[in-house]
């Protein structure tokens, strides 16, 4: 059973998703923890307290109904019935971990004994016991004598949904029951007259949320295999609204008929064995399996039952069953606020927790059976050509043995593959690499594992007398007694211990690729990765509302087609909503064998859009024609894929730092348009496009180029602002409605915008030397003990901008700032905290500028120690050392401010003319009159460079305001020597008209 999950219409059943796991659930006394207690089972948990503060509570229904008011916009209302047993529950939940929130202001008032209302400043709540409210659309009078119809397998009091209500109403007593009969999940309350021979109205027990069960019940009712249907008094059903009084002039109502179409969507457990996408709007039939809705809807409100999800048991710290409530609603509703609801969802369900620099940099991986000598030299091969590479995967094969049948799992490296595993493990090590195993939950082998004797040990039984078997598995002792190591994970903390010194007698592993069942097995394998790392890690697919908490996402093995890349984007912005951060197959993994999974534009794209992506890794199936390592295409395919690799490593410190303030603002560093332009309607338009780091809008190419244009297009939506297109270097302007916006792209090209006046922090591009561990790399001082950071400044027409980098080494904020004045001085400033005093190189590169003629210090404690003019990219790049002092500036001046008419995309024409030219060059037998016009617009790069070595601004602008003239001139002629046959003069025309 997936852990709980966003609802759709109570009228409708509460969804409840199978997983990947049928769980056979311990027994667990639900007693509640004492206030103030806590929770300290684990680092994830960590400070979280899931005791409300006593004044939060709001008491209901003669004690059987319970309001927790969270916040001033999310309240929990919990029903626990009349059964004997039957208890609110205090205990944290796999979802919901913290609940002792300062108490706000609310009010309180009973204008009846079964009715309350509760007002805070941003809900009014109101709730009437004795109301009888019919779900489903369904109306009934008044309670009459009724029918329970207790079909199921869970016990009276203890109430789930049928996946099937279809067929329902209208029947007899004995009809509904038989309905009901044929889901073994299914309780139903049958509403109908003192006659069981009328006819009946059948309500879901889960759709009549908040009745009030009477006590008496009538003898009655007609056993059939073990379950009966018995008469009882009917339920009178409470009736609850909710209305949202700060949006919409407080126009907006919910009761439980309300439809979630408006919810913005979550995520799912994974992508496994997908081609294309899967439907994420959970209330839908036909929803994928394991989906669950966020706390975000365009409707203002969302809501969450949690009554079937797991517990964490503050007893035994270990999971447990769900406690026996009938409900378990949390209520959220921030208007359109969605960073309130998000920050508001993180303190309740805990924050975002840090993850390891490394994973954010290139991860190689592919299901093959690579030896260790293999996965040296493919790392070798990437720092040759300068492409970083930070984690390295051994797929199943790390466990291949050839004399043994280990299936996919296995303890023990392979004594083929990998002779001497400490001996590999060094060698990475001292290259900075990190590494991670692909792990499958599968018993344990006598003669296979080395840890076998230690398990059975811990286990408490000798294995020899039973013939060695698996464990677990048949032969051994009870609970062992089955293979399913997922369920003795959870249902034994015995065995989840023993199992994780299992792990512990592979040497070399800190933390482990779960390509396996996730939920609780990730929150382990998380929280003991921590004892041996700075950070926790896990790697597994989505188990679950909290499973955010134990970073990051295997989204599994999707099939390599346009379709697949084409959803990606939009499902991981959606993740996003529940804070989850995915990490795909770049690339994708499975075949179908056809053209697609052997297109190097459809593996270009992919990599292009990975270097935007929360995860950059490859992992494809064992087809020999599949290639992963650009070097293995031809030209120009493989140059722009390095550059797309190169490209990610650039954008680590940006991606990191985002990282570290999501877990104080709730902000994933990937996430959809409309949460920070909420009101724009643009921004829902297309749910592929999403802002990145903060402060890029990235709208990943998924579309294959046109055959004639050799140009990929898309659609987009842009805010209100000045924007500059950083492929092509040109400024766009939104209008406070925002812009659609159509844009084409070549090959290398990625639509990638930034607003005026960024700054983003980069990384230096990998060398040879650098490349190995470059994500981390960057982050440790030289042998100088000098740090390097460098700054892209976009200043576009700006007057001034901002960006900020978290630097590991200090555990400090690094700030850069910028300022331009009248006469184009430009003055960067970098700030730090005093007690960061490691010494600093940084370098600004100013973006659409002309060279400075003046460079100078404007502290004591900067020193300038290198500047550089390039005028292919018009970029001025300025090196400075801070010697460890708290700030550095320098001033940039001489250059005029560019005009806007120069600012036309000079940067991406120019190098699309460079391409077209080599293209042209092989058309044509001879450079001709034809040509020429080419070989001038190409080298204009050069005029302006030679124009700065004299300060000559207004040549340099000249050749600016004229490049699109000369773009034109140049097409025209072409067309006048090109072969009829060629198609370069439509391509010309495309790129550069």
């Not at 053209?595 to 087809?623: S, V």
Request: hydrophobic share 40%; with cysteine; glycine share 8%.
């Amino acid at each position: 059973m997936m852990r709980g999950t966003w609802m759709k219409p109570l009228g409708e059943g509460v969804i409840r998703f199978a997983g990947m796991l049928t769980l056979t659930l311990m027994s667990v006394s639900l007693t509640a923890i004492a206030a103030g207690e806590g929770v300290s089972a684990g680092v994830s948990e960590r400070g979280a307290d899931p005791i409300a503060d006593p004044g939060a509570f709001v008491v209901a229904n003669n004690g059987s109904t319970r309001f927790t008011i969270l916040t001033d916009r999310v309240f929990r209302v919990e029903h626990r019935g009349l059964a004997p047993n039957s208890t609110f529950i205090d205990a944290p939940t796999l979802s919901f971990i913290n609940r002792k929130l300062p108490v706000p202001d609310f009010t309180v008032t009973r204008p009846s004994p079964d009715t309350v209302v509760i007002t805070t400043a941003a809900l009014r709540i109101e709730y009437n016991a004795s109301k009888p409210t019919p779900r489903g659309g369904t109306s009934c009078a008044e309670p009459r004598p009724g029918y329970d119809a207790d079909c199921g397998d869970c016990p009276c009091g203890r109430y789930r949904t049928s996946a099937a209500k279809e067929g329902l109403a209208n029947l007899t007593s004995a009809e509904c029951c038989t309905a009901c009969d044929k889901d073994t999940q299914c309780n139903v309350w049958v509403v109908t007259t003192a006659e069981p021979s009328n006819p009946a109205t059948c309500y879901l027990l889960s759709d009549a949320f908040g009745f009030k069960e009477s006590p008496d019940r009538i003898a009655g009712g007609t056993a059939r295999a073990n379950r009966s249907c018995h008469t009882a008094a009917a339920p009178a059903i409470g009736d609850l609204r909710v209305t949202l009084r700060q949006f919409r002039d407080g126009s907006t109502t919910w009761t439980p008929q309300s439809s979630p179409s408006g919810n913005l969507l979550g995520t799912s457990t994974s992508l496994d064995g997908i081609t294309g996408g899967i439907d994420l709007r959970c209330f839908e039939a036909g929803a994928a399996a394991g989906c669950a809705l966020g706390p975000l809807s365009r409707d203002g409100w969302a809501i969450f039952e949690d009554s079937t999800t797991p517990i964490l048991d503050p007893t035994s710290e270990w999971y447990a069953p769900s406690g026996n409530l009938i409900a378990d609603l949390y209520f959220f509703g921030h208007g359109h606020d969605y960073a309130g609801a998000l920050r508001d969802f993180t303190a309740i369900t805990g924050p975002v927790p840090s993850v390891p620099r490394f994973v954010l940099g290139y991860w190689w991986s592919r299901y093959w059976p690579y030896t260790a000598e293999d996965l040296l030299d493919i790392a070798k091969g990437y720092a040759e050509r300068s492409i970083p590479i930070d984690v390295v995967v051994s797929d199943m094969a790390w466990h291949f043995h050839a004399e043994t049948h280990v299936d996919w799992g296995g303890y023990c490296w392979s004594p083929e593959l990998f002779p001497a595993p400490e001996l590999f493990l060094n060698k990475a090590s001292a290259l900075g690499l990190n590494l991670t195993l692909n792990l499958h939950l599968n018993p344990a082998q006598y003669g296979v594992d080395p840890g076998y004797d230690q398990l059975a040990s811990r286990l408490g039984f000798d294995p020899k007398p039973l013939g060695y078997p698996s464990i677990p598995g048949p032969g051994c002792p009870a609970p062992y007694n089955h293979g399913n190591v997922a369920d003795l994970l959870k249902t034994s903390k015995v065995f989840g211990q023993a199992y994780l010194e299992l792990l512990d007698s592979v040497p070399g592993v800190n933390w482990w690729w779960l390509d396996d069942v996730p939920d609780w097995t990730a929150r382990i394998l998380y929280e003991h990765s921590a004892k041996k790392m700075d950070t926790g890690l896990a790697f597994s697919r989505w188990g679950g509302l909290g499973s955010h908490r134990y970073p990051i996402g295997f989204s599994g093995d999707t099939y390599m087609e346009w379709s697949t890349l084409q959803f990606q984007p939009s499902f991981t912005a959606a993740a996003a909503n529940v804070l989850f951060w995915w990490s795909h197959d770049i690339g994708g993994h499975r075949s179908h064998y056809n053209a697609a999974a052997y297109d190097p534009e459809l593996y270009l794209r992919w990599l292009q859009w990975g270097a935007h992506a929360p995860i950059m890794r490859t992992h494809p199936q064992p087809d020999p024609n599949v290639e992963r390592r650009p070097w293995g295409y031809a030209l120009p395919y493989s140059d722009f894929m390095e550059t797309a690799i190169r490209r990610r490593g650039q954008l680590v410190p940006a991606i990191h730092t985002a990282l570290e303030q999501m877990r104080t603002t709730a902000l994933s560093p990937l996430r959809s348009l409309y949460i920070d332009w909420p009101e724009a309607d643009g921004a829902y338009l297309f749910n592929d496009t999403y802002l990145f780091c903060n402060v890029m809008v990235v709208a990943p190419m998924t579309n294959p180029q046109d055959n004639t244009t050799q140009l990929a297009t898309r659609a987009l939506w842009l805010p209100e602002g000045e924007w500059i297109d950083t492929a092509l270097h040109r400024v766009i302007t939104a209008p406070a409605s925002g812009l659609n916006l159509t844009v084409t792209s070549t090959l290398w090209e990625t639509p990638v915008f930034v607003p005026s006046g960024a700054v983003i922090p980069v990384a230096p591009l990998a060398t040879s030397v650098t490349a190995y561990g470059s994500a981390t790399n960057v982050a440790i001082p030289s042998a100088t003990g000098e740090l390097e950071q460098h700054w892209e400044v976009w200043a576009g027409a700006a007057m001034s901008g901002h960006g900020v980098v978290f630097e590991d080494a200090s555990l400090s904020w690094i700030n850069c700032s910028f300022a331009v004045a009248p006469n184009g001085a430009v003055t960067i400033s970098i700030t730090q905290p005093e007690s960061a005093t490691l010494s600093r190189v940084h370098q600004f590169d100013l973006k659409m500028a002309l060279a400075a003629t003046v460079i100078k210090a404007c502290d004591s404690g900067t020193k300038v120690i290198g500047s550089t003019f390039s005028g292919s990219l018009l970029q001025q790049s300025v090196r400075v050392s801070s010697g460890g002092e708290a700030t550095a500036c320098v001033t940039l001046s001489g250059s005029p401010l560019l005009p806007p008419e120069a600012r036309s995309g000079f940067v991406g024409l120019r190098e699309r003319g460079h391409i077209l030219k080599q293209a042209v060059d092989h058309a044509l037998p001879k450079p001709n009159t034809g040509s020429t016009g080419l070989y001038n617009f190409t080298t204009a790069a050069v005029r302006i460079e030679l124009a700065m070595t004299t300060a000559d601004y207004p040549a340099a602008i000249a050749e600016l305001m004229h490049f699109k003239a000369a773009a034109a001139t140049s097409v025209a002629m072409l067309k006048t020597v090109l072969p009829t046959s060629s198609n370069l003069s439509a391509v010309a025309e495309a790129w550069l008209l």
